[in-house]
Nanobody, 129 residues
Framework: VQLQASGGGSVQAGDSLTLTCTAF????????IGWFRQAPGKEREFVSS????????YYADAVKGRFTISRDNSRKTVWLRMNNLKVDDTAVYYC???????????????????????WGRGTLVTVSS
């Protein structure tokens, strides 16, 4: 599945931003969709994911309580609402798709980029103090 991420920008700490991930195939609804981010000089890390039906959102500890993931299969779109942004949230954000099961992702020691097979181009989020 082809994915396209958008919505990045430059904001101040404490501001909000919503990222959008859009697919181009009808098979979008069969995938778990996740968001990852990669800060300069760091490895790509898991941020959040949502099941095919839009249930059971899963968040990394660093964003829990501040970020919200949601999904609309009729629009082939997943959103990542980011509130109370921090300087440490500065990164390129990527959306990705996987056919791995929810149970696999939740029981894995860590969700890694290798668990996701399809990737969109990233969108840059810059948070300044």
């Amino acid at each position: 599945v082809q994915l396209q991420a958008s919505g990045g920008g430059s904001v101040q700490a404490g501001d909000s931003l919503t990222l959008t991930c859009t697919a181009f195939e009808q098979t979008f609804s069969t995938y778990i969709i996740g968001w990852f981010r990669q800060a300069p000089g760091k490895e790509r890390e898991f941020v959040s994911s949502v099941t095919q039906g839009g249930f059971s959102p899963y968040y990394a500890d660093a964003v829990k309580g501040r970020f919200t993931i949601s999904r609309d299969n009729s629009r082939k779109t997943v959103w990542l609402r980011m509130n109370n942004l921090k300087v440490d949230d500065t990164a390129v954000y990527y959306c990705a798709a996987t056919l791995k099961t929810w149970t696999y992702l939740r029981t894995a020691t860590a969700v890694t980029p290798a668990d996701f097979s399809s990737w969109g181009r990233g969108t840059l989020v810059t948070v300044s103090s």
